[in-house]
């Protein structure tokens, strides 16, 4: 069983920044598919950046430009890197890893970005 735990959320104004972390608790050193995902009230969850096949990486085209994902293998932490913040931004954030086929899931962090 893979405990992931999220942090680094809050309220912040437009136009700011945060960084999102994501502590996993197995090593994610050879995991290749991990990302963060986004659930806004009364929307689905949806993809907001991820690893896929190792180094490769893919955005939502509303944070390209605006979102940067990166990961610390040594210490088992995936980031979200969120600049420029946007009221539509306002969700809860949570990651997800791949771990021999299995999925897991976070309990998320709630970011909320007021205009």
């Known amino acids: 069983q893979v405990q992931l735990v999220e942090s680094g959320g809050g309220l912040v104004r437009t136009g700011d920044s945060l960084r999102l972390s994501c502590a996993v608790s197995?090593?994610?050193?050879?995991?290749?598919?991990m990302g963060w995902y986004r659930q806004a009230p009364g929307k689905q969850r949806e993809l907001v950046a991820g690893?896929?096949?190792?180094?490769?990486?893919n955005y939502a085209d509303s944070v390209k430009g605006r979102f940067g994902i990166s990961r610390d293998n040594a210490k088992n932490i995936l980031y979200l890197q969120m600049n420029s913040l946007k009221p539509e931004d306002t969700a809860v954030y949570y990651c997800?890893?791949?771990?021999?086929?299995?999925?897991?899931w976070g309990k998320g962090t709630l970011v909320t970005v007021s205009s």
């Open positions: 690893f896929t096949s190792g180094s490769n990486t």
């Open positions: 197995a090593s994610i050193f050879r995991i290749n598919t």
């Open positions: 997800k890893v791949v771990h021999w086929g299995a999925t897991y």
